[in-house]
């Protein structure tokens, strides 16, 4: 599998869609992904819209668990590579980056109920 590193300078501003979640690879025994080292592997689904363009949501996989990130921050990324995958008759993009933090002062989304 060939790794492509992805400029992230170029997506425009990128916000989390969906807080960091543990990538499940069984189901039914909840067992959670680990990379090479034996981390466990966690997800957070980003948003991307560069130049005005409509909104790509794309879900990156990190080594550890992201902390201080929660959905509607903008985020800086690090070190993000792509993957092309195919397996028999499907493929795909999954991408992976070194690190996801929250950029600092970022506004949240609110989630309601405040009077």
Request: with cysteine.
């Amino acid at each position: 599998m060939q790794s492509i590193p992805v400029d992230t300078a170029r997506l425009g501003v990128l916000r989390c869609a969906i807080a960091p979640e543990a990538k499940i690879t069984n189901s039914e025994t909840q067992e959670v992904k680990r990379d090479r080292d034996g981390n466990p592997v966690w997800t957070v689904a980003v948003t991307v819209r560069q130049d005005g363009r409509r909104i790509s949501v794309i879900e990156i996989a990190v080594s550890g668990q992201p902390r201080g990130i929660e959905e509607g921050q903008i985020l800086k990324v690090t070190g993000l590579t792509a993957f092309m995958w195919s397996m028999g008759d499907r493929h795909g993009v999954s991408f992976r980056a070194d690190a996801i933090t929250p950029m600092h002062g970022t506004p949240v989304q609110s989630k309601g109920g405040d009077a």
